[in-house]
């Protein structure tokens, strides 16, 4: 059964769910895995963080229930409509979509919320279902994917057709990789950082596939890492800026995010972050800015973060504390155009 055909399934259960009690003269109810903090357990032997046994009841004869059993139950059939049409929707496609069918949201944040029960309920990713944020995250490098969505479903493409990338939406996303000369994933943070590397042909000095991530990479991106790194048993390496958010970027990619604790197949537990580090601001001497408060305060929320409990990672939030300044990966640019690439990623990456 494909990822299609197990979503489908899993939408035909939720409405026999909902529609076998009302034939029996029944109210529905409907059990919603609990997303707060308190049901959120970190599982060390998996290096990621999953749901708890909590759950919470939608039931359809509490008035205060009724508008997001609603909801709930319009995502799921908006969900089955585009599996059966073989069509896609962007987050935000789906919450205009639902005034053409006189169901409320009062923002987006909303219809986004409920999005994520369907998840939950299922256990299956949105993306099963056709449903995708705006992209914002490419990929380029010396890799055939072949297509599975309809009408390209079988066709190959090169990865390197377009100097700009390939945006890494659905069809990328479910995309078989082929084949590959390429020996490393390599994901920066930024898209001035990705285009450098590509016009330097880094990708090809370095037998890289490049991963634009665009700050937090959305689920697709991280799903993609994933699956290059499985499939094709290619080491992953992240390039972010030098700061606590930035050293977080990599966290999520290798350990993942309480938000995505329901779903599973995101994280790449055996990535490697490779800076810029608090050592490489020292090392290279480079410009810096203070860090405000905010980024102040991130540092000691992560010092307390279990994902960041063993030494290696605790010593880089005591630099960061140490130094009390933070540096962007354009950084390098100090030392002329291509010192990133000449120097600092050859020897990070070998």
Do not use: C
Not at 149 to 161: A, C, H, K, Q, S
Not at 292 to 315: F, G, I, M, P, T
């Amino acid at each position: 059964m494909n990822e299609g055909e197990q979503a489908q399934l899993k939408l035909t259960e939720l409405g026999k769910h909902i529609l076998d009690p009302i034939l029996e003269n029944k109210f529905p109810v409907i059990d919603v895995p609990d997303r707060n903090t308190s049901n959120i357990v970190y599982e060390a032997q998996r290096n990621r963080f999953v749901l708890g046994a909590s759950k919470n009841i939608r039931d359809s004869s509490n008035i205060n229930h009724i508008r997001s059993f609603t909801q709930l139950a319009w995502v799921a059939s908006y969900s089955k409509q585009l599996l059966k049409a073989s069509r896609t929707s962007s987050l935000r496609d789906l919450y205009y979509s639902s005034e053409a069918f006189g169901v409320s949201f009062k923002d987006q944040a909303e219809s986004d919320r409920i999005v994520t029960d369907l998840e939950s309920v299922t256990g299956l990713p949105r993306e099963s279902f056709g449903i995708f944020p705006d992209e914002h995250s490419s990929i380029y490098g010396e890799l055939i994917m072949r297509y599975t969505v309809p009408d390209y479903n079988g066709r190959e493409i090169d990865l390197t057709i377009s100097p700009d990338g390939l945006p890494i939406g659905p069809a990328i996303m479910t995309a078989e990789p082929v084949r590959t000369n390429a020996e490393i994933v390599l994901a920066v943070e930024s898209g001035g950082m990705f285009s450098r590397l590509i016009e330097t042909k880094a990708w090809q000095r370095f037998k890289a596939v490049l991963i634009q991530l665009g700050g937090q990479p959305p689920r697709a991106t991280r799903s993609l890492i994933r699956t290059l790194h499985k499939e094709l048993d290619l080491p992953v390496y992240l390039f972010t800026d030098g700061d606590p958010w930035g050293m977080h970027i990599a966290r999520v990619i290798m350990s993942g995010s309480a938000n995505s604790a329901h779903i599973d197949g995101l994280t790449t537990p055996e990535a490697k972050w490779i800076g810029v580090t608090p050592q490489d601001i020292e090392q290279y001497s480079l410009p810096t800015d203070k860090l405000n408060d905010a980024d102040l305060k991130r540092l000691d929320e992560l010092s307390r973060d279990v994902r960041y409990s063993d030494s290696e990672w605790q010593h880089h939030i005591e630099g960061f504390r140490r130094l009390r300044t933070k540096a962007e990966q354009q950084a390098f640019s100090r030392y002329g155009m291509d010192f990133v690439v000449d120097t600092y990623l050859s020897d990070k990456i070998a």
